[in-house]
């Protein structure tokens, strides 16, 4: 009787170490689904702020291309309204010059 609990008692260990062995396979197995599923949501993650920090950029560049371009026409402009100021005021010397250059000519003509 003695030998039947040991040979009860060793099935049951053997028993009890193959459910340990599969629960512990089980478990490996879990994790290592585990351990992919967080790579994956981690390259997904990284792929996503990726992607939001390229848009972000490329909104920033945009805008200051944008902002360069205005400022570029607004010195443009404001180039264009200085020349004509200056041409004006050119013309105007240039006829003032001219009328006084004819005024003494017939002045001297009178004489």
Do not use: C
């Not at 062995?21 to 990284?46: C, G, P, T």
């Not at 902002?67 to 006829?95: F, H, P, T």
Request: charged share 45%.
């Amino acid at each position: 009787m003695e030998d039947r609990a040991v040979e009860l008692a060793i099935a049951r260990f053997i028993e009890i170490d193959d459910k340990a062995a599969e629960i512990k396979e089980a478990r490996e197995k879990n994790l290592s689904e585990l351990e992919a599923q967080y790579r994956r949501e981690i390259h997904d993650m990284v792929e996503n702020y990726n992607r939001k920090t390229e848009e972000k950029v490329k909104e920033i560049f945009s805008k200051a291309l944008s902002e360069g371009e205005s400022k570029v026409e607004e010195l443009r402009k404001k180039s264009n309204e200085l020349i004509e100021i200056m041409e004006a005021k050119y013309l105007k010397i240039k006829d003032d010059i001219i009328n006084k250059f004819f005024n003494e000519i017939f002045y001297l003509k009178r004489f």
